[in-house]
């Protein structure tokens, strides 16, 4: 496949000093990492709605409240494999309390093994928690309130 530019649409939900957060491993770099929820925009989709369907069909959650915080450019390296992503990231909540309560979450999509959990913003700040896509989120939170 030629290399492409992917568009994301990823979200930051917040409850009790945590986000949401998928869990990930890169075996070729040996490292957990965190990601935020969501995923590729489609074409012909905008990205508040590529947002919403990725929540549903993730982890089969709806949300709200979506505010635009920035737009990220990230060029990185995954499982050996370069990639290259343009990511739209909001702030949100879901419209379902439960999620809240929840320690992990599975994914509800077939064949995933994938799992969100909550995790604090203090172990993001400080670094002892990888976050992608990189970028300031110290800076993010703390013009949030969050940090």
Known sequence: MKPHIEVKSMGIF???GKILAQKGYDSV??????RLMGGSVEFGEVSD???RREMREEIGAEIKNLQLLT???NTFRFEGKDGHEIVFIYLGALADGDFYSRTEIPFVEPGSKAVAAWAPIARIVSGDDKLYPPMDYKG???GL???
Do not use: H, Q, R
């Open 14 to 16: 917040v409850y009790d």
């Open 29 to 34: 770099k040996g490292e957990n990492y965190l």
């Open 71 to 73: 737009v990220v450019e």
């Open 49 to 51: 709605g590529a947002l």
């Open 140 to 142: 993010l939170f703390e």
């Open 145 to 147: 309130g969050l940090a």
